[in-house]
Structure formats: structure tokens, C-alpha cells
């Protein structure tokens, strides 16, 4: 892989159903492959990605004994911090290099499913 697969959002929702097939295929084939995708056309201003950022790597520069108190044990990573290690490349043992912070739905309007993922 030479670089991040990339999507535009534009052509999922241009009304041109060749544009939304190509979106469809290219954000599986990443997701599927690799893992991941960068994301373009979501009309998030400059301004609001950079404070994404800034707000981001505030929290992944703090000491790892805080950041482990978001770390959710028993859903697998599927919502807040998962250090390093905690996830294996498709067919490897060793862990990944890689810290995240998982975002999902929100599940208020079901007890059931908002208990398992809080």
C-alpha cells in the first residue's frame, strides 16, 4: 500500500448512480483490506477539523495511566479508548502499534443495547 485509500462523500450523494456504485465499492474494498479510509467532500470546515485535532491529540498526549480509565473492558474496542496492542492485524498475532479512540451510535433508545455498549 502506497497510500490511504480515499473516498469522496460527493459522489455518494450526487445523484449519479455510477458515482454511488464507485463509493460504495471503493469504501468496502478499504474497509475490507485495510481497515480504514480517509474520508473528503464531508463538509466539515478547516476550521472545525483543525480543533478536531488539536482536541485529539490533547487527549492522546496525556499520561497513559489516564487515558487507560476510558478503556471499556468486555465490548472489544467498540467504544472509547483501546490502547496499544489490544487489536491484530488480519492474520498476524502480534498486536498493532496503534492507540484509538472508538466512536459509535448512540443506543439511548434501547436499554437492551445500551447497556451492552455504553
Known amino acids: 500500500m502506497s497510500a490511504i485509500p480515499s473516498v469522496n462523500l460527493e459522489d455518494f450523494i450526487s445523484g449519479d448512480s455510477t458515482r454511488k456504485n464507485k463509493f460504495i465499492k471503493e469504501i468496502g474494498s478499504a474497509f475490507e483490506n485495510i481497515g480504514f479510509v480517509a474520508l473528503s467532500g464531508h463538509f ?37 479508548y483501546t490502547s496499544f496492542g489490544k487489536e491484530h492485524a488480519k492474520g498476524r498475532t502480534e498486536g498493532d502499534l496503534k492507540e484509538f479512540w472508538h466512536f459509535g451510535q448512540y443506543v439511548e433508545d434501547d436499554p437492551k443495547l445500551e447497556k451492552a455498549y455504553p
Open 44 to 80: 466539515l470546515s478547516e476550521k472545525l477539523v483543525g480543533d478536531l485535532y488539536s482536541e485529539i491529540k490533547k487527549f492522546f498526549d496525556l499520561p497513559q495511566e489516564t487515558k487507560d480509565k476510558y478503556e471499556i473492558e468486555g465490548i472489544g474496542g467498540q467504544r472509547g
